[in-house]
Structures are given as structure tokens and as C-alpha cells.
């Protein structure tokens, strides 16, 4: 047996002896090696994957970031997970999923490295000292018959990584360097589940109360950045308000490169925030 099942074996008995959710992580797809757990579990979303069951690889050789980007993780160290959810609210909420997911992050990191504030970066990257531990791609397929529309929620949380490659070592963090010891991987993914579970459920009887909650954490509120939109790739620059009640950025820009008229507050949907330092 590879050092890789073995370890995936003890980490799946600790995860079920630890796990105390109603519907999250009941069923869990356990995988030594895949390309990505998104679409491993897209590919059991379409067949009969539940609302709440989760993929998780120890490694991925094609872990995929938001905007086409890669996502990197070394093997047998982080959490690569990929949570199928089968909304019952309609999809113009789905987008909040992240926002919740955000928050259940940031819990469950304060709670297994006390002493640690993680903050969160619009959209959906969590921060340590401004370095990012976790990543999140939210994809969804939305079908005509309500019923059929689902949500892939992956999560890359950095745990116990301590050497990053050289074009992410100034921006990239893990629990383990943020606390100083190493995490139990299969205690974090039990807790996060709980939490996710509860911030799920929160945002389906009181969503203003997540996109309250999630502006509280936010980075950067009244810095000013540079916000390039995904959907123009146009570069803005201006102040961080806030965010709106559907989790959309909002900026009130001093620039804007395409238009003299409409400077003021605007909301953007997707996009990369980066914080101007001063005198940049
Ligand atoms: C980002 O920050 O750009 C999002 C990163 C999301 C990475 C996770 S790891 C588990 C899941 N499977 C993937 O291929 N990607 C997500």
C-alpha cells in the first residue's frame, strides 16, 4: 500500500469519529490522486451525488483556480476538498454560497489556531497577515428544471504546507506557519464541515445577516485598491465601501478609464482586488 493510502485511510477513520454534521461530509468520496475534486464532483453531481457530499483528493495534478488560473497544493499536506450543494433557494443566490463559505473559513481557523485573525479578500480568498491561506472556486450549473440546478463549492485550504514555489512564496501562507504547529487534517475538515452546515443554513433563513457578517471580516474597507474586472479586464482604482446585498463589490472609484461621467460608487460582481500600499 502507498504512503498515500495509508494516510488517507487513518485521516477518513479520525475525520467520521470527528464529524458531527446532520448532511455535510455524511458521504464523502475519498481519493488518493485526481486531477481536480471540482470536477470529480461535478461528474457525481450529475449522477447522484446528495446535496452535502464532498470530494476529497490528497492530491490534485490539476487543481484549478478562479479566472483559469492553477491552483497549487502540495500532496498529503493542505485540504482539497469540493462540497456538492443543491440549493433550494433560486440561483440568483447562489453567488452568497461563498460568502457564507468565507465565513465558515475564518471560524474554523480561529477556532483550530487561537490567537490567529484571518480576514477575508473579496471575493472569496482568506488571509493571514495578508498572506493567503485558502482559495475558493464556485461553480455552478443551473438547469431549467429548478431541481436540476446544482453548486460546486471547492475549497483549497493551505494546513500544514511550509514551503511555497518562488512565484507564491511572498503571497502564501498555511495554518501551520500562521500557528506555528501542525494542524490535524482530518479535526479541521470535521469542523469546517460543522461550520459550513451552519453558515449554509444561516444563509438560507437570514442571508442579510451573512452578508453583514461577511463585511465585518472583509480586508481593506476604506483603502483604497486596484480592482481589475473580470468582465471588461479593465484596471480601476478607488475606495473600498463595502459590499451590496447580492456580495458585489462596492468601490467608489477616482478613475475611471473608460469614462469621464461615471465616477462615484460602483458595484462590481467578479474581479481581483490589490491593495494600493502608500505612496504606490
Ligand atoms: C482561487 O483562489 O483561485 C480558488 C482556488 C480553489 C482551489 C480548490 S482546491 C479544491 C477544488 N478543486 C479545484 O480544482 N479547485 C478547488
Given amino acids: 500500500m502507498s504512503p498515500n493510502k495509508d494516510a488517507v485511510i487513518s485521516l477518513r477513520k479520525r475525520f467520521q469519529e470527528a464529524l458531527s454534521t446532520q448532511t455535510f461530509g455524511r458521504s464523502v468520496l475519498w481519493l488518493d490522486s485526481v486531477a481536480s475534486t471540482n470536477d470529480e464532483a461535478r461528474t457525481w ?64 481557523i480561529s477556532s483550530s489556531c487561537p490567537g490567529v485573525s484571518p480576514s477575508i479578500k473579496w471575493p472569496n480568498d482568506i488571509l493571514i497577515e495578508g498572506k493567503k491561506c485558502c482559495g475558493m472556486l464556485l461553480e455552478s450549473v443551473i438547469t431549467s428544471d429548478r431541481n436540476g440546478s446544482y453548486v460546486i463549492l471547492g475549497i483549497g485550504l493551505n494546513v500544514n504546507q511550509a514551503e511555497y514555489p518562488a512565484r507564491l512564496r511572498a503571497s502564501s501562507t498555511s495554518l501551520m506557519l500562521a500557528c506555528g504547529r501542525p494542524v490535524d487534517r482530518a479535526l479541521l475538515l470535521a469542523d469546517l464541515l460543522q461550520r459550513l452546515e451552519r453558515t449554509y443554513s444561516r444563509l438560507e433563513s437570514q442571508p442579510d445577516s451573512i452578508v453583514k457578517n461577511y463585511e465585518s471580516n472583509l480586508d481593506g474597507i476604506g483603502r483604497m485598491i486596484y480592482l481589475s474586472d473580470a468582465h471588461s479586464g479593465t484596471r480601476y482604482s478607488g475606495i473600498i465601501k463595502g459590499i451590496d446585498d447580492s456580495g458585489a463589490l462596492l468601490l467608489d472609484i477616482d478613475s475611471d478609464p473608460g469614462s469621464d461621467l461615471d465616477i462615484g460608487v460602483r458595484a462590481f460582481h467578479a474581479g481581483d482586488v490589490q491593495l494600493i500600499e502608500n505612496g504606490e
Fill in 45 to 108: 453531481a450529475e449522477s447522484d451525488g446528495s446535496h452535502g457530499a464532498v470530494v476529497f483528493a490528497d492530491h490534485q495534478t490539476g487543481g484549478r483556480g478562479r479566472h483559469g488560473r492553477s491552483w497549487h497544493s502540495m500532496p498529503g499536506l493542505n485540504l482539497t476538498v469540493s462540497l456538492i450543494l443543491r440549493p433550494a433557494f433560486p440561483p440568483i443566490g447562489f453567488g452568497l454560497i461563498t460568502l457564507a463559505a468565507s465565513l465558515a473559513v475564518c471560524e474554523c
